[in-house]
């Protein structure tokens, strides 16, 4: 059996429309068991049943919300007995700090937990983190999100790139309820580039990788720390104390460990089986002394040329 009716009540205001079909359908409640969440927008509303249980589906410009969270999407199903949700086509999620983007998509309510798929491209509202990958799953109830399957991050002039990465986010503490970045995880391939800002010409990138590495953020966003490990190795260029280049430092070793003095890299620890080399001056810029797995890729980021918000 299925029912289907028309847009007009969803097109009036949202007490209008829940003066009008809650009584009788109760169709923008879904889960209401705990958290609530509420269907603001659709175009048309169908529900039936089918040999796996009921169903309830809304299509064209759906809008979820769900506490601080918003759900869009150009169809969606809700699947009670499986307590899922399935979102079909430009699926977005925000809570107004982060936002994520991907082609389809499955959202579980009383878990707080979903998961996108296709062209997933994320960013934090500010712009200063963005990625890009083909999965992401996003847990509401630990701050997470994780990012499988071609990853790459950029965080100003930094571009981190490996198999997974896994973003922790934490209250900003200004007490307007913002996230902000706390902690980069990457697992497995984990490499970090940077482009170098005192040079001009040529252009040249700090780079570090290993197999797994861990970046910590302060509250204003700028990296405080960075650990890499297992088969670790660094490549970045020295300047003497009036900032003129003065060479150009490689090393190697177990653990390789960096800290940031405003955002700025100011010392380099490497750890275990340690080797090293230096490269004159004459090297700045030569390719040939990159790290064999560098590609610097700003021209993947999916939103380089956008300057507000959707």
Same mark, same amino acid.
């Given at each position: 059996?299925?029912?289907?009716?028309?847009?007009?009540?969803? &097109?009036?205001?949202?007490?209008?429309?829940? &003066?009008?079909?809650?009584?009788?359908?109760?169709?923008?409640?879904?889960?209401?068991?705990?958290?609530?969440?509420?269907?603001?927008?659709?175009?048309?509303?169908?529900?039936?049943?089918?040999?796996?249980?009921?169903?309830?589906?809304?299509? +064209?410009?759906?809008?979820?919300?769900?506490?601080?969270?918003?759900?869009?999407?150009?169809?969606?199903?809700?699947?009670?007995?499986?307590?899922?949700?399935?979102?079909?086509? $430009?699926?977005?999620?925000?809570?107004?700090?982060?936002?994520?983007?991907?082609?389809?998509?499955?959202?579980?309510?009383?878990?707080?937990?979903?998961?996108?798929?296709?062209?997933?491209?994320?960013?934090?509202?500010?712009?200063?983190?963005?990625?890009?990958?083909? %999965?992401?799953?996003?847990?509401?109830?630990?701050?997470?999100?994780?990012?499988?399957?071609?990853?790459?991050?950029?965080?100003?002039?930094?571009? /981190?790139?490996?198999?997974?990465?896994?973003?922790?986010?934490?209250?900003? +503490?200004?007490?307007? %309820?913002?996230?902000?970045?706390?902690?980069?995880?990457?697992?497995?391939?984990?490499?970090?580039?940077?482009?170098? &800002?005192?040079?001009?010409?040529?252009?040249?990138?700090?780079?570090?990788?290993?197999?797994?590495?861990?970046?910590?953020?302060?509250?204003?966003?700028?990296?405080?720390?960075? &650990?890499?490990?297992?088969?670790?190795?660094?490549?970045?260029?020295?300047?003497?104390?009036?900032? $003129?280049?003065?060479?150009?430092?490689?090393?190697? +070793?177990? /653990?390789?460990?960096?800290?940031?003095?405003?955002?700025?890299?100011?010392?380099?620890?490497?750890?275990?089986?340690?080797?090293?080399?230096?490269?004159?001056?004459?090297?700045?810029?030569?390719?040939? /002394? $990159?790290?064999?797995?560098?590609?610097?890729?700003? +021209?993947?980021?999916?939103?380089?040329?956008?300057?507000?918000?959707?």
């Amino acid at each position: 059996m299925r029912r289907v009716f028309s847009a007009i009540f969803l &097109t009036a205001s949202l007490v209008l429309f829940q &003066t009008l079909l809650i009584p009788a359908l109760n169709y923008n409640k879904l889960h209401a068991e705990k958290k609530k969440i509420i269907l603001q927008h659709a175009d048309t509303i169908e529900g039936g049943e089918t040999a796996a249980g009921s169903y309830r589906s809304v299509i +064209g410009n759906v809008v979820f919300l769900h506490d601080s969270l918003t759900l869009k999407c150009d169809s969606a199903t809700d699947y009670e007995q499986d307590n899922k949700i399935v979102l079909k086509g $430009n699926v977005f999620f925000t809570d107004n700090s982060v936002e994520i983007y991907g082609e389809n998509g499955v959202y579980y309510p009383d878990r707080g937990i979903g998961e996108l798929t296709g062209n997933v491209r994320g960013r934090m509202a500010e712009n200063s983190l963005v990625s890009k990958a083909r %999965k992401a799953l996003v847990n509401r109830v630990t701050s997470q999100i994780t990012l499988n399957d071609d990853v790459i991050a950029w965080h100003e002039q930094q571009q /981190i790139s490996g198999d997974t990465i896994l973003l922790h986010f934490k209250e900003s +503490g200004d007490g307007k %309820k913002h996230k902000r970045i706390d902690e980069i995880e990457v697992l497995g391939n984990a490499f970090i580039a940077a482009r170098d &800002t005192l040079s001009t010409s040529p252009v040249v990138y700090d780079q570090f990788s290993g197999k797994n590495m861990r970046m910590q953020f302060n509250d204003a966003s700028k990296i405080t720390g960075i &650990t890499l490990t297992t088969q670790a190795e660094s490549l970045y260029h020295l300047y003497d104390d009036k900032r $003129n280049p003065s060479g150009i430092n490689y090393s190697s +070793g177990d /653990i390789i460990q960096m800290f940031f003095k405003n955002g700025i890299l100011n010392k380099v620890k490497v750890v275990g089986s340690v080797e090293g080399r230096q490269y004159p001056e004459s090297f700045r810029g030569n390719k040939s /002394i $990159n790290l064999s797995k560098f590609s610097w890729r700003e +021209g993947e980021n999916p939103f380089r040329q956008k300057k507000s918000l959707p």
